[in-house]
């Protein structure tokens, strides 16, 4: 019971890391590019942006495909298909999570 309520419990944070660390990662990407153009360094696409903010994609899908699986039967169409948009910053969330969850365990 209580292996099963812990690893519900890290699941969690992580999802929780990946969401947070994602909406500061678009947040950051907006700051950056702004500054880039403000201080003329790059523009809006400049070198610290795409660091901390370009996304790694994973996806999963048969063979090559990376798109979607679609099933269509006529009045109900199925898309399946798995993706995942990383970047720095999502990472750092999905860390500082873990350590959140490490220090605030049930002792």
């Known amino acids: 019971m209580y292996r099963k309520s812990n690893f519900s419990r890290l699941l969690l944070f992580i999802l929780l890391g990946f969401i947070i660390g994602g909406i500061l990662g ?3 990407g907006l700051l950056f590019g702004e500054l880039g153009e403000l201080m003329n360094a790059g523009g809006y696409d400049n070198i610290v942006r795409n660091f901390f903010v370009a996304p790694f994609h994973f996806n999963i899908g048969l063979g090559n495909n990376v798109d979607p699986i679609y099933i269509d039967l006529y009045m ?9 948009k990383l970047n720095v910053v999502s990472i750092v969330g999905v860390v500082l999570a873990l350590y959140i969850m490490k220090w605030s365990g049930e002792r």
């Open 26 to 28: 678009e947040s950051l």
């Open 76 to 84: 109900i169409k199925f898309a399946l298909g798995f993706g995942l």
